[in-house]
């Protein structure tokens, strides 16, 4: 099993929708959470980390839920410009470093 | 403040060959982790470095190897390349000794390696 899953999608939504994305965890150590966005041909750069108690910024809200081993992330009011695929980061600590495991990406399409 | 910086964009190299890729982090941080994605796949990680050491690694092969310089830019190099080393490496940055959630990595634009 991976240490970190994502649908890969596509997700195709209409412009407006509301869309949310789940990315599951195998390593219960796992401590810090976070979700990228990558642009086609482009680097990863951060959307936002995620916090136990949720975090919400303007459209978009992220989720953990640490007993199920899962952390979400939602999308409201689609636009053509979140178009992208959204990469799910999970951060453990291993011999005294920080370990970072990647997923493989869900990829969102938003249709006009 | 200046961000990721990486060189070359793009490169081209035939099987067998060497490369190095240079990465200068962002101003602040001190520690470089490099990272190989494939198309449609995830970055996966191939080491870190800190301090000038390598302080983690990847399921690499020693053909992958790294430098970090006392300004903390670092480099990658890959010997022998194979077909299946073409991808973006991906340098990201960060600070060593941030608390839990200071720890975030910030990303270079990356360099496209064919090997044909």
């Known amino acids: 099993r991976k240490e970190v899953e994502q649908d890969p999608g596509p997700f195709n939504v209409p412009e407006g929708a509301t869309v949310a994305f789940n990315c599951t965890y195998s390593?219960?150590?796992?401590?810090?959470f976070f979700w990228y966005r990558q642009d086609c041909r482009k680097e990863p750069k951060l959307l936002m980390s995620?916090?136990?108690s949720g975090n919400e910024d303007g459209r978009f809200t992220a989720q953990l839920n640490r007993a199920s081993q899962y952390i979400s992330l939602l999308i409201r009011d689609s636009k053509l410009s979140d178009s992208a695929t959204y990469l799910c980061?999970?951060?453990?600590?291993?011999?005294?470093?920080?370990?970072?495991?990647f997923g493989t990406g869900t990829k969102l399409q938003v249709i006009p | 403040d200046a961000g990721v910086t990486q060189s070359p964009t793009h490169l081209i190299k035939t099987r067998g060959q060497q490369v190095t890729l240079r990465c200068s982090p962002k101003?602040?941080?001190?520690?470089v982790s490099w990272y190989q994605q494939a198309l449609g796949q995830g970055p996966q990680f191939i080491f870190q470095?800190?301090?000038?050491?390598?302080?983690q690694r990847g399921n690499f092969p020693d053909r992958f190897s790294g430098h970090q310089f006392p300004n903390y830019s670092s480099e990658l190099n890959v010997n022998a390349l194979l077909l299946g080393d073409s991808a973006l490496y991906l340098c990201?940055?960060?600070?060593?000794?941030?608390?839990?959630?200071?720890?975030?990595?910030?990303f270079g634009p990356g360099t496209r390696l064919l090997v044909l």
């Open positions: 995620v916090y136990s």
């Open positions: 101003s602040g941080h001190d520690t």
């Open positions: 390593n219960s150590a796992s401590q810090s």
């Open positions: 990201a940055s960060s600070l060593g000794l941030a608390e839990e959630y200071q720890e975030t990595q910030y």
């Open positions: 980061v999970v951060n453990r600590r291993s011999g005294g470093y920080q370990k970072v495991t």
């Open positions: 470095y800190y301090e000038e050491e390598e302080r």
